[in-house]
């Protein structure tokens, strides 16, 4: 019995939501593992719930309709119910692209290359329909001199980032952001993770494609860096945190088949964050590519490496575990000094500046020490958990 299975005995709701969502991928053998657990009395308010805590509910939606045997076990509430989510991510994701599609205009015009990244694209290229793919802003790329330039573009529309940082770009009304960046990976507040994928915007272009928004053609990171990216962002931004990247990643590989070559010609932090991903999927039963998997395994792993990553994908593993991975995967001793001196001593300008939202009086090192005191406890209570509930399913199981 895999993990996967065991956890579905334990929980119904959860399996058939995950199994359901993965359907509508157009997964037939994820319809068939979900339609063979609708029978009997099923707790349809707990796997509603479900889709909705992992944003699920409109991919869940387009699997009722991708396999109609799934379509006909379903009560007509809950069908209601994940089509009217549908209806509200599509009115989203169309405020979304008019948003985007306004800001390449400009950009364009006044001579700024501009890729996006992650939810429009990923929505638009993998998914059956870009609303099945929930989002909240647009992420955009750019070159780091043309930043200021477009920064100056969006406000002028009235566009403000003096609430959550400077990245993110509030629209009037805050309905939605628009988050400019220069990196793939986040150095806002620890730029040392830069060494973790240093990779040039031109060598970007190079190998983009291009994504239409309604009738504006609009550049996109190529198949490899998309598939790249996503395992980056989800270990070092998100530290596997809800299920979601793991539906990109998965309708990602579908779409574009990723050779082994792509995969051991990536600078190492990237092939082992790669593993990670590939690793946490098929501790739960998914392996869509054991040969690039195999590839991209490091030679050395320190101890219980595995068993956090199995952690993880169960969600008993915390979030902040992401620094402890960021620390594996850079690549020399100097590089993990200089992220390990700006995580414990941060330049306190950094935690001040444009978060005028946060309070009138800065956080200075007292606020920060007290949240990395609050993180280590959260970490401690979450990973002492998470033995708890293995050791249970261990049983369950046998």
């Keep these: 019995m895999t993990i996967r299975q065991g956890e579905r005995q334990g929980r119904p709701a959860a399996g058939l939501a995950w199994e359901g969502a993965l359907a509508g991928l157009g997964d037939a053998d994820a319809a068939a593992r979900a ?35 799934l379509r006909a076990h ?24 008019r948003a985007c599609a306004d800001v390449v205009m400009a950009a364009t015009a006044a001579g700024i290359p501009v890729l996006l990244l992650k939810g429009l694209a990923l929505g638009t290229l993998v998914y059956p329909s870009a609303a099945a793919r929930p989002m909240d802003d647009v992420d955009l790329l750019v070159i780091e001199g043309d930043r200021e330039r477009l920064t100056a573009i969006l406000h002028g529309w009235g566009y ?45 272009w190079k190998r983009s494609q291009t994504v239409m928004l309604g009738d504006v053609p609009v550049r996109t990171l190529g198949p490899v860096d998309t598939l790249l990216h996503l395992a980056m962002h989800t270990v070092h931004h998100h530290g ?57 395994q490091p030679d050395r792993l320190l101890p219980g490496e595995r068993c956090v990553l199995a952690a993880m994908g169960h969600g008993d593993g915390p979030e902040a575990v992401r620094y402890a991975f960021t620390l594996i995967c850079l ?68």
């Design 35 to 69: 339609l063979a657990q609708l029978h009997g009395k099923l707790p349809w308010a707990e796997v509603v719930a479900e889709l909705q805590r992992l944003r699920l509910a409109p991919l869940f939606h387009f699997g009722l309709h991708a396999f109609p045997a």
């Design 74 to 97: 379903v009560p007509d509430p809950v069908t209601g119910t994940l089509r009217r989510a549908t209806h509200a991510a599509t009115v989203r994701v169309a405020q979304l692209e």
């Design 160 to 204: 403000r980032n003096d609430l959550r940082g400077e990245e993110d770009f509030y629209v009037p009304g805050l309905a939605y952001s628009i988050d400019l960046h220069t990196r793939l990976v986040n150095t806002t507040r620890i730029p040392a993770r830069d060494g973790l994928w240093s990779v040039s915007f031109e060598d970007l």
């Design 240 to 296: 596997f945190e809800g299920r979601l990247w793991m539906v990109d990643l998965l309708a990602g590989l579908r779409a574009w088949p990723l050779s082994p070559g792509d995969a051991t010609d990536a600078p190492p932090a990237v092939r082992r964050s790669l593993w990670y991903c590939l690793e946490v999927l098929a501790s739960l039963g998914h392996d869509p590519v054991p040969e690039i998997r195999a590839a991209v």
């Design 331 to 398: 690549p020399h001793w100097r590089m993990k000094g200089a992220f390990l001196r700006q995580l414990l001593f941060p330049d306190a300008s950094i935690y001040t500046k444009d978060f005028e939202d946060a309070g009138g009086s800065a956080p200075g090192w007292l606020k920060h020490w007290q949240s990395a005191l609050a993180l280590g406890c959260q970490g401690l209570r979450t990973l002492l958990g998470g033995r708890a509930r293995s050791r249970r399913r261990v049983v369950r199981m046998n």
